[in-house]
């Protein structure tokens, strides 16, 4: 991918990638609703290929395509950030879920099963499943964040760069630890589902194949996964920077 004066060829870099940048955007709009047009997804993605390109000049020390492929998503995602595609009521409702869990979690020491979350936000199980997925889409976003608003973005922080101190590696290997015991502490259902998505790469049609569940059903058991996961990962992490604020 150089020209004859040894440079990075940027446009044959950006014709190789682009459908990178069209799969990307479809795999993601499986979780997004209606209303969002993969056009958008695909010209915030491009955006971020072009990017990946500059940066890759600047001297970034890591395989192209897996740098590519963050910064793709990263763009795509900041894009529906910024035009708060997401009703505000549904993020509140997200909020509620992940209050209700965290709540019962500490009184009861296990997960909580969805009739107990259904009752504890006083409503049916059946408006409760709908309150899930409506919410597809926000999961999404919160799963690839994982940190507070404010923070630095989770993809920037886990990208291959072997300049960064070590004590900020250690604290991202934490954070990837609490993930996968997060994980394995899911109902197993929760985890396979999780599995056959971010492992073996199946769509929300196939894995309700696998598992004999409707497609709308997988996306319920996903936007509650996602709300225990960050309910355990955000609440460690609070311990840990409560714990460093401490011994200064």
């Avoid at 990946?52 to 793709?72: H, L, W």
């Avoid at 004999?212 to 996964?225: D, K, N």
Wanted: glycine share 8%.
């Amino acid at each position: 991918m150089y020209n004859a004066a040894g440079q990075i060829d940027r446009d044959q870099l950006v014709q190789r990638f682009a459908p990178l940048v069209k799969r990307i955007a479809y795999h993601l709009m499986a979780r997004l609703p209606a209303s969002i047009q993969v056009d958008d997804l695909i010209q915030n993605g491009m955006m971020g290929l072009l990017d990946a390109i500059g940066r890759f000049e600047s001297g970034m020390g890591a395989q192209f395509e897996t740098y590519a492929t963050q910064r793709i998503r990263g763009a795509m995602l900041d894009g529906l950030r910024d035009n708060d595609w997401l009703p505000r009521n549904l993020r509140r409702d997200f909020r509620r879920i992940e209050s209700a869990i965290a709540k019962l979690e500490q009184e009861n020491g296990r997960p909580p099963s969805e009739n107990e979350l259904a009752a504890a936000l006083g409503m049916s199980l059946a408006e409760y499943q709908k309150m899930l997925q409506d919410a597809r889409g926000h999961q999404l976003v919160s799963f690839e964040d994982l940190v507070e608003d404010g923070d630095d973005d989770y993809l920037e922080r886990h990208l291959a760069d072997p300049s960064r101190e070590p004590s900020r590696l250690l604290e991202e290997e934490g954070l990837h630890r609490l993930l996968v015991e997060g994980i394995e502490m899911l109902p197993e259902r929760e985890r396979l589902m999780m599995a056959l998505y971010y492992e073996q790469d199946l769509n929300l049609r196939e894995i309700g194949e696998v598992m004999g569940v409707t497609e709308s059903r997988v996306c319920q058991l996903h936007s509650q996964a996602v709300a225990r996961l960050r309910v355990r990962i955000l609440g460690e992490t609070r311990v840990i920077k409560s714990k460093k604020k401490r011994n200064g």
